[in-house]
């Protein structure tokens, strides 16, 4: 049995991770959109209700597919509920995965990591595992929030761990209290 690590986000919490003020503070489509185009494949790490999954399976289109990862099951709970009987359901993989294993199966052209990197335990690890499943020509989002979660100096250590792992990072998109980047992997940035 998987302990969930004590700085992830209760189940019991899951709504204040998905309403009205969070989607106006943090637009899934204007954040989403830039990256995803009809047809990929997105990988939600740490998806907790949908809030970005949802939006991710809108982006992918009919053709495209989503796995929404997460290591509580009530989290992936909340989340086959708001998309049961609908399209999206199709598009949308739910996927329990634990500490030390995504239990991915398949190549992605793009991940999420909203706020939650800094959660876990072996970032180093986390990157590494990441590397082999993300295609030659695929992004990764990472943001992590600004206030009371990770100083600058977290961030930037952050960041050379997924560089370590094999990625180059940019600049990510300019959001509210947040620090963002855009990882690649170093094969396709000397392209």
Same mark, same amino acid.
């Given at each position: ?23 106006? !503070? ?16 997105? !990988? ?33 709970? @909340?989340? =086959?509920? @708001? ?23 398949? &190549? ?50 952050? !960041?050379?761990?997924?560089? =370590? ?7 990510? &998109? ?15 940035? =000397?392209?």
């Amino acid at each position: 049995m998987t302990t969930v690590h004590p700085r992830v986000c209760p189940v019991e919490l899951a709504d204040s991770l998905d309403n009205k003020l969070r989607r106006w !503070l943090q637009n899934p489509h204007k954040i989403l959109a830039p990256y995803l185009s009809e047809g990929m494949c997105a !990988l939600d790490v740490g998806c907790g209700p949908g809030f970005f999954s949802i939006e991710l399976a809108r982006l992918v289109g009919p053709g495209g597919r989503v796995i929404a990862a997460d290591l509580q099951q009530g989290m992936l709970d @909340k989340l =086959a509920a @708001k998309i049961r009987g609908t399209d999206l359901a199709t598009r949308i993989h739910l996927l329990k995965c634990d500490t030390s294993n995504l239990n991915l199966s398949e &190549p992605v052209d793009f991940i999420l990591t909203f706020y939650m990197v800094h959660e876990v335990p072996d970032q180093a690890a986390f990157f590494r595992q990441l590397y082999p499943w993300l295609r030659e020509t695929g992004k990764i989002l990472l943001v992590e929030p600004r206030m009371y979660h990770v100083s600058r100096k977290q961030f930037r250590e952050t !960041l050379h761990r997924a560089e =370590a792992a094999g990625f180059v990072s940019t600049l990510g &998109p300019s959001l509210l209290l947040s620090w963002s980047a855009v990882l690649i992997k170093k094969a396709a940035a =000397a392209s």
